[in-house]
């Protein structure tokens, strides 16, 4: 991939484009090689500009937390994109609607609903995540998703246009929407209901307890490894994991979290293979034991 046009567009601009970029710190899982590009965009015309120089010559990633994601240990012969803080922006239209920029955490669009006395945002406090992955998965817990609140989202194509899209024109599944892969949320505006700010707490402070109660944290992971089969069986992914997998499975530092078998961590320093080989494991076993084929919720980037 030829990048000397990237590298003079680089010269000249306030969002900082790095060559051939360590992945490790940028993932929970501090597990990675390197980027050939990674654009941390800090403007709205220099991402629109770098899509247009760059015409979707290879792989395009747009990162978030980087909560839910596994590079591989060999290099990434593409773009990775990540909005800066000029997309974290969060303002209130009116009493219970929100507009926050996709780089914006879903805690902190949690905490700024709470401080607004909206309601309905509380699950979000719960999730390790920024608003734009949080509507490309759907994500979701403790029975809540982003569907539920979400009103439109503002993004942009790889050519650098820009539109809206309402939310009854995009078709939400379990942890996936139908939005194409390349288009890249900008910014979303969100609907909640008028609440009381000490019953919100209350109901957030309930949520992060039964997390706490059953989630590893402060430990490099990637939150869930599998989807929940819905539609193929009535329990959850990690009670089918726990009754057919033996928990003590490990390949090099990868390894099943004790505290909630759908958690896979790296004790130490695993390689992308490592993690790769436990996540093919435990579908095998599954697969053998109980006809079921589990689908990943982490997103694997080689």
């Known amino acids: 991939m030829n990048i000397k046009d990237i590298e003079i567009f680089s010269k000249n601009i306030k969002s900082k484009i790095f060559f051939n970029y360590n992945l490790k710190k940028t993932n929970w899982f501090n597990i990675g090689g390197k980027t050939k590009i990674f654009f941390k965009v800090e403007d709205l015309k220099e991402l629109s500009e770098f899509l247009k120089i760059y015409k979707n010559r290879s792989k395009l990633f747009f990162l978030g937390a980087g909560s839910n994601v596994l590079f591989t240990d060999g ?5 990775l994109i990540k909005l800066g803080n000029s997309f974290s922006n969060i303002s209130l239209l009116d009493n219970n609607t929100i507009i ?7 805690r902190q669009l949690s905490e700024y609903a709470m401080n607004n006395n909206i309601g309905g945002f509380e699950f979000l406090s719960c999730i390790p995540g920024t608003v734009g992955g949080g509507i490309r998965m ?15 989202v503002q993004a942009s194509d790889v050519e650098g246009n820009i539109f809206t899209i309402p939310s009854d024109k995009i078709k939400f599944d379990y942890r996936n929407c139908n939005l194409p892969k390349n288009l890249i949320f900008l910014s979303a505006t969100f609907k909640g209901k008028v609440k009381e700010k000490i019953l919100i707490k209350e109901e957030i402070d309930n949520l992060k307890m039964k997390k706490n109660l059953s989630q590893p944290t402060r430990i490099k992971t990637g939150g869930s490894t599998f989807k929940n089969p819905i539609g193929q069986s009535t329990k959850k992914v990690w009670q089918i994991i726990k009754e057919t997998v033996p928990l003590s499975t490990q390949f090099g530092d990868a390894a099943i979290s004790e505290k909630h078998c759908n958690f896979f961590v790296n004790k130490k320093n695993a390689k992308f293979e ?8 435990v579908k095998d076993k599954v697969k053998s034991k109980t006809g079921i084929n589990l689908d990943l919720e982490i997103i694997l980037v080689e």
Request: proline residues 0%; charged residues 25%.
């Open 138 to 152: 759907n994500s979701g817990c403790f029975n809540s998703e982003f569907k539920d609140i979400l009103i439109s």
């Open 100 to 106: 926050a920029g996709s780089g914006t955490t879903d």
């Open 274 to 281: 490592d993690m790769k080989k436990l996540i093919n494991f």
């Open 75 to 79: 290099l990434f012969d593409g773009v």
